[in-house]
Nanobody, 125 residues
Framework: VQLQAYGGGLVQAGGSLRLSCAAS????????VGWFRQAPGKEREFVAA????????SYTDSMKGRFTISRDNAKNTAYLQMSSLKPEDTAVYYC???????????????????WGQGTQVTVSS
């Protein structure tokens, strides 16, 4: 499967962005999807995950209430709606598809088999 993340950009603190992750290839709709981010000099960290049908969602505590993950399987696309952005949200954001269709919501990078190329989000103060 190929993933393409897009929608990043430069936004002022307090602003919003919606990231998209377009998938092609394998049956996208059968697998959980995760969003991760990596700031300069830091490790890649879990942001949010969604189950194959969108019925299950999980977030890192610091992003609850500000970020919303969703998906549209008819369009083979997952989304990350980000609001109330802070300068510390500045990072490259990646989407990924889980390795095992039986599970979803892992925070472990190794549980994800396919990765998008990342999209830069920069939040100015």
């Amino acid at each position: 499967v190929q993933l393409q993340a897009y929608g990043g950009g430069l936004v002022q603190a307090g602003g919003s962005l919606r990231l998209s992750c377009a998938a092609s290839g394998r049956t996208f709709s059968a697998y959980g999807v995760g969003w991760f981010r990596q700031a300069p000099g830091k490790e890649r960290e879990f942001v949010a995950a969604i189950s194959w049908n969108g019925g299950g969602k999980s977030y890192t505590d610091s992003m609850k209430g500000r970020f919303t993950i969703s998906r549209d399987n008819a369009k083979n696309t997952a989304y990350l709606q980000m609001s109330s952005l802070k300068p510390e949200d500045t990072a490259v954001y990646y989407c990924a598809v889980e390795r095992d269709r039986r599970y979803w919501g892992s925070k472990d990078l190794l549980e994800y088999e396919y990765w998008g190329q990342g999209t830069q989000v920069t939040v100015s103060s």
